[in-house]
T-cell receptor, first 112, second 115 residues
Framework: EDQVTQSPEALRLQEGESSSLNCSYTVSGLRGLFWYRQDPGKGPEFLFTLYSAGEEKEKERLKATLTKKESFLHITAPKPEDSATYLCAVQARSGGYQKVTFGTGTKLQVIP | ETGVTQTPRHLVMGMTNKKSLKCEQHLGHNAMYWYKQSAKKPLELMFVYNFKEQTENNSVPSRFSPECPNSSHLFLHLHTLQPEDSALYLC??????????????FGNGTRLTVT
């Protein structure tokens, strides 16, 4: 069974204090690993897809990396507007149609 | 209007009521999904439709009944719900088939409270 574990559950940073969020996964053949951002009262918003170990993607202050067992979302010099819950998800090669397994998320709070 | 739109945003219903959630996507995608999001739990996939055909039903109780009249519209009909069904119900869409890994595009959800 595919599993996704995110840590920490919650993270509080001062503005400008860089840090990383972790996503550990087990999947029977990875087709893709996804990062989403979810603001309160809204649906998840797609950020990145990573396909294979060693791959990296960047968007503004966010950088996502992937190994065979985990992914990191690095946040450089965060701003208060980066406060949100960040969700990680994996899609396996096998299994049903577009079955994506989500983690429970990391709630990030950036304090001015 | 763009993206994925869900209505209503909030819904309070008694256990004996019948109500429906509506989702519409303006992205030209061929697949649509219903997810359930509860506090401290990962998103749970409920149903998947591809070109109006249901391809996944994740052992969802029969009190939840999906309907997909076309590739742009998705409904979730609710009847005789239980208090533990209170959650955020998210609709999503994506492009492609089971061999692709295109990301999901979510609506802002319907916050359902069952009293």
């Amino acid at each position: 069974e595919d599993q996704v574990t995110q840590s920490p559950e919650a993270l509080r940073l001062q503005e400008g204090e860089s840090s990383s969020l972790n996503c550990s996964y087990t999947v029977s053949g990875l087709r893709g690993l996804f990062w989403y951002r979810q603001d309160p009262g809204k649906g998840p918003e797609f950020l990145f897809t990573l396909y294979s170990a060693g791959e990296e993607k960047e968007k503004e202050r966010l950088k996502a990396t992937l190994t065979k067992k985990e992914s990191f979302l690095h946040i450089t010099a965060p701003k208060p507007e980066d406060s949100a819950t960040y969700l990680c998800a994996v899609q396996a090669r096998s299994g049903g149609y577009q079955k994506v397994t989500f983690g429970t998320g990391t709630k990030l709070q950036v304090i001015p | 209007e763009t993206g994925v739109t869900q209505t209503p945003r909030h819904l309070v219903m008694g256990m004996t009521n019948k109500k429906s959630l509506k989702c519409e996507q303006h992205l030209g995608h061929n697949a649509m999904y219903w997810y359930k999001q509860s506090a401290k739990k990962p998103l749970e996939l409920m149903f998947v439709y591809n070109f109006k055909e249901q391809t996944e039903n994740n052992s969802v109780p029969s009190r939840f009944s999906p309907e997909c009249p076309n590739s742009s519209h998705l409904f979730l009909h609710l009847h005789t719900l239980q208090p533990e069904d209170s959650a955020l119900y998210l609709c999503a869409s994506s492009q492609g088939d089971k061999l692709t890994n295109s990301p999901l595009h979510f609506g802002n959800g319907t916050r359902l409270t069952v009293t």
